[in-house]
């Protein structure tokens, strides 16, 4: 079964954070690389957007996570807290993160990417002209680069899709050239 079929499977073809059924799509959750179920949730267009914070934040709309931040899987409790962060500002969702809980492990997945930092603290990622990049942004290699431990040489002009980035170093960001994931240095690249 693949991991499409097993999350539409445990979330009953609904969005594991606010319940719609239309527009459902599989979301890898940051900074994991690889897509497999503990990985993984089932979100709806509206939340996917406002995640990848390609739309404005609809307030209201995350209400839902007074329901899902208490779901049995992982994951969907890391992107719940993530979004209760980003809204901390709104009064009701610090009342949630009060009575919310992550074990260890958990909570250092869900801290990995800033939402619980300040603006003013955040790591900032900019490529060679200076454009603000985002995970799952595209960027083209603007030099060769040999990639270290193997023989492989990424070529000046490759296009690299989907980008993560690095939340500990705003220089590195990570990619795929010719199949393998690779860490590249951000002076190297041009956003698409």
Known sequence: MSVLQTLQERSNNSC?????????????????????VANDILVCRTCLEQIEEKADMDVNHWRCLNDSMWSEHVAVQIMSWRMLQRLRNEGWPQDLL?????????????????????EANKIIHRDSNGVILE??????????????????????GTAVRNIRLDHE???????????????????????L
């Open 169 to 191: 170093n705003a220089e590195y960001i990570e990619g795929k050239v010719d199949g393998q994931q690779i860490v590249i240095i951000t002076q190297y690249v041009k956003k």
């Open 98 to 118: 009060d009575m919310m809980y992550l074990d260890d492990e958990a909570m250092t997945l869900a801290r990995a990417t800033g939402e619980h930092e300040d």
């Open 16 to 36: 594991e954070l606010c319940q719609s059924t239309a527009n459902l799509s599989q979301y890898t959750i940051p900074p994991s690389l690889n897509e497999n």
């Open 135 to 156: 995970a799952g942004d595209s960027v083209v290699l603007v030099k060769d680069l040999k990639v270290k431990g193997s023989s492989m040489v990424a070529k000046q």
